[in-house]
C-alpha cells in the first residue's frame, strides 16, 4: 500500500458484494475517510451560539407560560448561564412573544434547538 492508510467503508452496512474498498494516503482536518462523516469542528466553529424564538399568543398568560417551559428547557441544557432575553409586543391578534437564548457554545444551542422538534 506504499505507507498509505487502508480504510473500508460499507454502502449497505453488511459484507459482502455492496461493500467497496478505498485506499487513501492521508486525510486533512476538513474531511475524513467514512463516507458522508466531516471534522465536527468543520460543521460547529461556536460562531453561531444564539436560537430565537417569535410566536403570536392570544393572550399574556400564555406567553408567559411559554416564555417559562422554553427558560427551564435552555437551563437543563446550559453549561455556563445561557442569556435569555423575552420581549412581548401588543399585537391585533394578541401577544407576541420573541426570545433570544445565546448559550456559551454551539452545540448547547444546537442540543436546545433539537430538543425542541
Given at each position: 500500500?506504499?505507507?498509505?492508510?487502508?480504510?473500508?467503508?460499507?454502502?449497505?452496512?453488511?459484507?459482502?458484494?455492496?461493500?467497496?474498498e478505498s485506499?487513501?494516503?492521508?486525510?486533512?482536518?476538513?474531511?475524513?475517510?467514512?463516507?458522508?462523516?466531516?471534522?465536527?469542528?468543520?460543521?460547529?466553529?461556536?460562531?453561531?451560539?444564539?436560537?430565537?424564538?417569535?410566536?403570536?399568543?392570544?393572550?399574556?398568560?400564555?406567553?408567559?407560560?411559554?416564555?417559562?417551559?422554553?427558560?427551564?428547557?435552555?437551563?437543563?441544557?446550559?453549561?455556563?448561564?445561557?442569556?435569555?432575553?423575552?420581549?412581548?409586543?401588543?399585537?391585533?391578534?394578541?401577544?407576541?412573544?420573541?426570545?433570544?437564548?445565546?448559550?456559551?457554545?454551539?452545540?448547547?444551542?444546537?442540543?436546545f434547538q433539537?430538543?425542541?422538534?
Amino acid at each position: 500500500m506504499n505507507g498509505g492508510v487502508k480504510y473500508v467503508h460499507r454502502l449497505s452496512g453488511t459484507q459482502g458484494a455492496n461493500s467497496e474498498e478505498s485506499t487513501m494516503s492521508k486525510c486533512s482536518a476538513d474531511e475524513t475517510p467514512v463516507c458522508c462523516c466531516m471534522d465536527v469542528g468543520t460543521i460547529m466553529d461556536n460562531s453561531d451560539c444564539t436560537a430565537s424564538y417569535s410566536r403570536v399568543f392570544t393572550n399574556r398568560a400564555e406567553a408567559d407560560e411559554t416564555l417559562a417551559a422554553l427558560s427551564a428547557r435552555a437551563r437543563s441544557v446550559e453549561s455556563e448561564p445561557c442569556q435569555i432575553t423575552s420581549t412581548f409586543t401588543e399585537v391585533a391578534d394578541g401577544v407576541r412573544l420573541d426570545i433570544d437564548f445565546v448559550f456559551a457554545c454551539e452545540a448547547e444551542t444546537l442540543i436546545f434547538q433539537l430538543g425542541l422538534r
